[in-house]
């Protein structure tokens, strides 16, 4: 049981560029989400996902995109990168009460 | 917009010393949840209350839910240095979605 794993662990993008941060769980929860983690402001939710095939905006949606096709997967797609993106992305996904997170990715936008 | 409020942002204690950290609302939730994350990793449930006035022990942590469910507290008999980490508390709505508070930073030096 892998749990929830992220790749990349690490990212440096120039300003406009395009990428995908991946997630996956492999404990057949329905509920998956994306964070991210600046100092001093907590976890901030992007988007989320109640299952395959729908997803829902969360606290700071702009400039990120999601898609669900299967359970395991939840990827989040930044369209053209902006140096205020630079952060720590976190994915999470929700076993009854607890949220199970990923150990993150720290991405850099120059 | 529900806010979470956490104090302090920075405790720096000796070994085997007691502390409380805060985490404060005006707005009531469901429920609370305490995680702990250590550098370079994602958060980790400590645990979860969801009953006014409730308190719940894990070893040498004491956690206490407001009667209101608008607060709580996180209280560490006999600090060891493996306490060391962020502590964030989360609240829910009576949905799966959570607000994070910026988190109290604990450093227990040996």
């Known amino acids: 049981n892998a749990g929830v794993t992220q790749t990349p662990k690490f990212q440096v993008l120039k300003t406009g560029q395009s990428m995908t941060l991946q997630c996956a769980q492999d404990m057949n929860h329905e509920y998956m989400s994306w964070y991210r983690q600046d100092p001093g402001m907590g976890l901030r939710l992007i988007h989320y996902?109640?299952?395959?095939?729908?997803?829902d905006q969360g606290e700071v949606p702009n400039g990120y995109n999601v898609s669900r096709s299967t359970t395991e997967d939840f990827p989040l797609r930044l369209l053209s990168a902006a140096p205020s993106q630079t952060s720590v992305y976190f994915c999470a996904s929700l076993g009854g009460a607890e949220q199970y997170f990923g150990p993150g990715t720290r991405l850099t936008v120059t | 917009t529900q806010l979470l409020e956490q104090s302090p942002q920075f405790l720096s204690i000796q070994e085997g010393e007691n502390l409380t950290v805060y985490c404060n609302s005006s707005?009531?939730?469901?429920?609370l949840q305490w995680y702990r994350q250590e550098p370079g990793e994602g958060p980790v449930l400590l645990v979860t209350v969801v009953t006014g006035g409730e308190v719940k022990k894990l070893k040498r942590l004491t956690f206490q839910f407001g009667d209101a469910r608008k607060d709580s507290s996180l209280h560490i008999t006999a600090a060891q240095p493996g306490d060391t980490g962020l502590y964030l508390c989360?609240?829910?709505?009576?949905?799966?979605?959570?607000?994070f508070g910026p988190g109290t930073r604990l450093s227990v030096l040996p």
């Open positions: 707005s009531v939730f469901s429920s």
């Open positions: 989360a609240g829910a709505n009576y949905g799966q979605n959570f607000v």
């Open positions: 996902s109640v299952g395959a095939g729908i997803t």
